[in-house]
């Protein structure tokens, strides 16, 4: 069984960064993508971040330029480095991960950027 286990959320003023992690555990083959995506209240699910299949990067317009993703292949965990925060991040933040066939989400981390 896989699981997918995030950490780094918080509150955080604006202006100011903050690191989310997402380590994959259980039987895992292949991972074949990775990415971020979050929700706030009363939205839906939106991408944030996502390495493609070839390994590229794919971005949300609005946190282009402030959040990086990242990878550790090796202990199968994904990142999403976030800075400059604005009020308008705030969201529960979701990794997902495309292993084997399957696709799994985290359980979510929440992120609060106060002004």
């Known amino acids: 069984q896989v699981q997918l286990v995030e950490s780094g959320g918080g509150l955080m003023q604006a202006g100011g960064s903050l690191r989310l992690s997402c380590t994959a555990s259980?039987?895992?083959?292949?991972?074949?993508?990775m990415g971020w995506y979050r929700q706030a209240p009363g939205k839906q699910r939106e991408l944030v971040a996502t390495f493609t299949n070839g390994g590229s990067t794919n971005y949300a317009d609005s946190v282009k330029g402030r959040f990086t993703i990242s990878r550790d292949r090796v202990k199968n965990t994904v990142y999403l480095q976030m800075n400059s925060l604005k009020p308008e991040d705030t969201a529960v933040y979701y990794c997902?991960?495309?292993?084997?066939?399957?696709?799994?989400w985290g359980q979510g981390t929440q992120v609060t950027v106060s002004s």
């Open positions: 259980g039987s895992i083959f292949n991972i074949n993508t």
């Open positions: 997902k991960m495309e292993i084997g066939v399957v696709w799994y």
